[in-house]
């Protein structure tokens, strides 16, 4: 039994959609959550510069004696999962990208899109995953670099988001022959609904979703899920954005949050 709070972070508010599918399998577990909305969005950063980010963020909720850290931030993943491990290996640390890979393996679909930021995609990480572990899946990937500034935004339920998207993906989609496609962004999650409503015979995978299944075996088999307890959700920004805070409320409502502000020295 471990009743520490399990550290999520991200560049933003996208890595928001990964905590309620851990409320959903483990409703004991308490969250403090880091968006670094004060510098988002990471995609078209520099590797280097990601790395001294995810690195800020990480020494900072291991001093919060997080008992596990999630990172639920596809470029970050990509760029600085290994060196976070090395980093800190006292702390179990987890990534987006491997549980998303295996699950699509696992399905053996035929042709699937890869969406993400522009980092992530020119990684090439997710297709040499997935290739690794069944070689007869084809992967295309495309990067959408407007997506997270509009989500960040608040620009979801209107045209301009589904404009936007059509102008990246209906030739993608098309040109592809795609069956299913990869939400490489927590922030993707966040437009799903659109997603499925303008192509509706795609399969989506959920990567927020996704990484909650290492979470629980990690905690199952180290003995550290938590009991029951009163300790409040935490959620921290690096610039309280109202969208940050609307955001939570949506996602969480009805759970029992407190919102802080925590500035990072640069």
């Known amino acids: ?37 004060a510098r988002t969005p990471y995609g078209s950063k520099s590797p280097e510069t990601v790395c001294k980010f995810s690195a800020q963020i990480v020494d900072y909720l291991v001093s919060k004696n997080v008992k596990l850290i999630v990172i639920a931030c596809n470029t970050v993943t ?46 090439g990480v997710y297709a040499e995953r997935i290739h690794e572990l069944n ?8 990067a959408c670099p407007a997506f997270v500034p509009l989500i960040e935004e608040g620009i979801i339920d ?16 098309k040109k592809n022959q795609l069956d299913s496609l990869i939400l490489g962004c927590t922030h993707y999650p ?14 989506l995978y959920n990567s927020s979703a996704e990484v909650i299944s290492d979470v629980v075996d990690i ?29 939570t409320d949506t996602l969480f409502e009805g759970y029992d949050t407190k919102i802080k502000l925590k500035k990072l020295d640069e």
């Open 1 to 37: 039994m471990d009743n520490r709070a399990i550290g999520f972070f991200d560049s933003g508010l996208g890595g928001l959609t990964s905590v309620p599918v851990l409320k959903c399998a483990l409703p004991n577990e308490k969250v403090l959550y880091f968006g670094d909305t």
């Open 78 to 123: 990509a760029m600085a999962l290994d060196m976070l491990r090395k980093r800190h290996p006292e702390v179990p640390i987890v990534g987006v990208i491997d549980p998303t890979a295996r699950r699509v393996a696992a399905d053996n679909t035929l042709n699937v899109g890869i969406i993400g930021t522009k980092v992530t995609i020119e990684s």
């Open 190 to 203: 966040l437009i799903a609904p659109n997603i499925s409503r303008l192509y509706p015979k795609l399969r």
């Open 219 to 247: 905690l199952t088999e180290r003995d550290m899920l938590a009991e029951e307890n009163d300790f409040p959700d935490r959620f921290y920004a690096s610039d309280l954005s109202e969208n940050f805070i609307r955001m």
């Open 135 to 142: 070689p007869n899946i084809n992967t295309f990937s495309l």
């Open 158 to 173: 209107n045209e301009i988001m589904d404009l936007t998207i059509k102008y990246y993906m209906d030739d993608f989609v």
